[in-house]
């Protein structure tokens, strides 16, 4: 696989992120996707296979996305959010326990000072 540079990887994703050359991936505005059977979008839920079953999980346009991200950022993955506060309430809980306290700088995203777990 080629390796790009950071510019062109920002601009173009990599062939694994855009494997037919576009200059920008294609935005899939579906809300639903359609499986050929019931046990293959379960296995989807489930993880247990790669897939998309409806939007606001995942799409293709997101993955994209995450991808390019992750490729950027030298990282072994990238999860998308819908809103700065959604970032935070991932990237806390996932580190966090019922009673913990956090230190940080007064500027700190919007309503986060806020934050209760």
């Known amino acids: 696989m ?3 540079g950071f510019n062109t990887t920002l601009l173009h994703g990599t062939e694994e992120t855009n494997p037919f050359g576009a200059t920008q991936v294609p935005v899939y505005q579906s809300s639903a996707f359609r499986h050929d059977t019931a046990e293959e979008l379960e296995k989807i839920f489930a ?3 790669a897939g998309y079953s409806y ?3 995942n799409n ?3 993955e994209a996305f995450e991808k390019r991200m992750t490729k950027l950022e030298g990282g072994v993955g990238s999860v998308a ?3 700065g506060m959604a970032a935070l309430t991932m990237a806390l809980m996932n580190i966090l326990r019922s009673g ?3 230190v940080a700088a007064a500027g700190l995203y919007g ?3 806020y934050f209760e777990v």
Do not use: F, L
């Open 2 to 4: 080629k390796e790009y």
């Open 47 to 49: 993880n247990k296979r």
């Open 55 to 57: 939007t606001r999980i």
């Open 60 to 62: 293709p346009t997101v």
């Open 81 to 83: 959010c819908a809103s």
């Open 100 to 102: 913990d306290h956090v």
């Open 111 to 113: 309503e986060t000072v």
